[in-house]
């Protein structure tokens, strides 16, 4: 059921008049949502119900026998217990396939040809994102820093809450918990914000429909393809990808703020970044932030001077997150590598002197380097395979490629770019002018119908968010 579709919005408009109007007590709404989130999730495929409910009963009840014991073996044990579990539903559904073909690889190269068959596994949409949910919960309830609780609706309705149950943001139970618990109460200034929200997150998916077709030319292999192209279709990816997901987690959080639930922003403008590490701070914010907190953190974050090591073997594991393919681990160990680099960069003499360096021209610098380097690993991110990803990129620096562009190439490379840049004013009105917003709402909502007419004038409704293969 996707967001972009009639089908969610009646569903959603029915919902929201039995949410308020008729389950008027904090337990019942809350049992009513886990209702109706179990119901979108039956959706997409009625079969994985029973492995969401699973993976939520399981860490309930962890979590209840990590507070109830004192001694610090049984605690961890039962830890191990939550994170043996998620890890191992992640494993089966999503990464069985990957490490049977990986091992049939390794033995072909060192002349042992085998078969070994592959799995019929069907992978459950949105595994990744309530997996890692759900683990935190028991985690924060190791560490002291949330109690477990004793009623499973309200923790349910945390973990399956259906605006971002698919592709996230990523929830902490500290941060959402005690609003359903508390009986969500819906302000005037949550509305209009949610408003904008989702109409700017319908208008951003638009637009990234519309750069899906030059990353296509580029990514699918149509042929030999001209510099201007390479570089367009990179530009291309680089626009889909976060007018896609930013657009999915504003529609998200957008919906959340309708029902009076508060969700942090996702993203915030993550191309102005000016190094690798300004970008993951800005960039997917409850992955990067998850990422940090329950495994940079795990591994000893920067102590013993450990910082390189931790910062690549996150990235990298970030990388495989995303999904079971060589080209994701490249992503993410690419990452890992260009970061690790930044803080070495730091502590020497050189970056402590560019670091004082306070020019507008520098700045303009940094920021073209880090997106270029951001732009380098979407070909990771987006290529079939490490073949592909490699000849795109020598591609992308051999500008005297024999290639004749097509008339008006430079002009779908401007417009690429310009899109770009607006989806990023976008995002930056959403982080930095949310009071101005709701002080000024009426004068958005010509802005907001002229959006909502163009997304449904130009775009085409039932295309999935990229993010729904994760």
């Given at each position: 059921m996707l967001f972009?579709?009639?089908?969610f ?6 919902f929201?008049?039995l949410?308020?109007?008729v ?7 809350a ?5 109706a989130?179990?119901v ?15 993976s ?5 009840f962890?979590a209840q026998q990590?507070?109830?014991h ?21 494993g ?10 990986s ?6 190269f060192f002349?042992?040809p085998v ?7 069907v992978l459950?949409v949105g ?6 949910q759900s683990m935190?919960y028991t985690?924060?309830v190791y560490?002291?820093e949330?109690?477990?609780?004793k009623?499973?609706?309200p923790f349910?309705?945390t973990?399956s809450?259906?605006?971002q149950l ?8 500290k941060?959402i918990?005690?609003q359903?618990?508390?009986f969500?109460?819906v ?13 700017m997150g ?7 429909d519309?750069?899906?077709?030059p990353?296509q030319?580029?990514?699918n292999?149509?042929g030999p393809?001209s510099w201007?192209e390479?570089v ?9 990808i976060?007018g896609?997901?930013?657009?999915y987690s504003?529609i998200?959080?957008?919906?959340a703020?309708?029902l ?6 996702n993203?915030?403008?993550?191309y102005f970044a000016l190094?690798?590490v300004?970008f ?5 914010i409850?992955?990067?932030?998850w ?8 591994l000893?974050?920067n102590r ?6 931790n ?8 990388g ?9 681990v ?11 680099l ?5 502590g020497t ?7 004082s360096?306070n020019l ?7 920021w073209?380097?880090t997106?270029?380097?951001v732009?380098i690993?979407?070909?990771f991110?987006r290529?079939e ?7 795109i ?10 290639v ?12 690429v770019?310009l ?21 000024r709402y009426?004068r958005?909502v010509?802005?907001?119908?002229l959006?909502?007419?163009?997304t449904f004038?130009i ?5 999935e968010?990229?993010?729904?293969q994760?």
């Amino acid at each position: 059921m996707l967001f972009n579709t009639p089908l969610f919005l009646g569903f959603f408009a029915l919902f929201f008049v039995l949410y308020f109007f008729v389950f008027t007590q904090a337990r019942l709404r809350a049992l009513f949502l886990v209702a109706a989130s179990l119901v979108f999730y039956a959706g997409w495929d009625y079969r994985f119900v029973p492995l969401l409910v699973f993976s939520g009963v399981v860490d309930f009840f962890v979590a209840q026998q990590i507070e109830g014991h004192s001694q610090a073996r049984q605690r961890k044990q039962w830890l191990l217990v939550s994170i043996a579990v998620n890890l191992g539903i992640l494993g089966i559904f999503k990464y069985s396939n990957f490490m049977i073909g990986s091992v049939q690889e390794t033995l072909s190269f060192f002349g042992m040809p085998v078969s070994l068959g592959t799995l019929e596994v069907v992978l459950p949409v949105g595994i990744s994102f309530y997996t890692f949910q759900s683990m935190s919960y028991t985690i924060d309830v190791y560490r002291g820093e949330t109690r477990a609780r004793k009623d499973f609706v309200p923790f349910f309705a945390t973990l399956s809450f259906f605006p971002q149950l698919v592709a996230g943001p990523i929830l902490r139970a500290k941060q959402i918990l005690p609003q359903i618990e508390r009986f969500p109460q819906v302000t005037p200034e949550d509305v209009k914000f949610g408003f904008v929200l989702i109409t700017m997150g319908l208008f951003k998916k638009t637009i990234a429909d519309l750069l899906a077709a030059p990353a296509q030319t580029l990514f699918n292999g149509d042929g030999p393809l001209s510099w201007i192209e390479t570089v367009t279709g990179v530009l291309a990816f680089a626009g889909q990808i976060y007018g896609d997901f930013s657009g999915y987690s504003d529609i998200a959080i957008g919906i959340a703020l309708l029902l009076g639930i508060k969700i942090p922003l996702n993203f915030n403008t993550p191309y102005f970044a000016l190094s690798p590490v300004d970008f993951w701070k800005r960039w997917h914010i409850s992955l990067s932030s998850w990422l940090r907190d329950y495994l940079y953190i795990s591994l000893g974050g920067n102590r013993n001077g450990r910082q390189i090591r931790n910062v690549f073997i996150t990235m990298l594991l970030g990388g495989l997150w995303h999904g079971a393919a060589w080209t994701f681990v490249w992503w993410g160990a690419y990452h890992g590598t260009i970061i690790s680099l930044t803080h070495l960069l730091r502590g020497t003499r050189v970056g402590q002197w560019l670091g004082s360096i306070n020019l507008s021209a520098f700045r303009w610098l940094q920021w073209l380097f880090t997106f270029y380097l951001v732009c380098i690993g979407w070909v990771f991110f987006r290529a079939e395979s490490l073949g592909d990803a490699f000849s795109i990129i020598t591609a992308l620096h051999s500008p005297a490629s024999g290639v004749d562009a097509p008339p008006f190439a430079g002009g779908v490379l401007a417009m690429v770019a310009l899109v770009i840049l607006l989806i990023h004013c976008i995002d930056y009105g959403i982080v930095h002018r949310r009071e101005l917003i709701t002080r000024r709402y009426p004068r958005f909502v010509p802005l907001m119908i002229l959006g909502l007419t163009f997304t449904f004038l130009i775009g085409e409704p039932g295309h999935e968010f990229i993010y729904f293969q994760f």
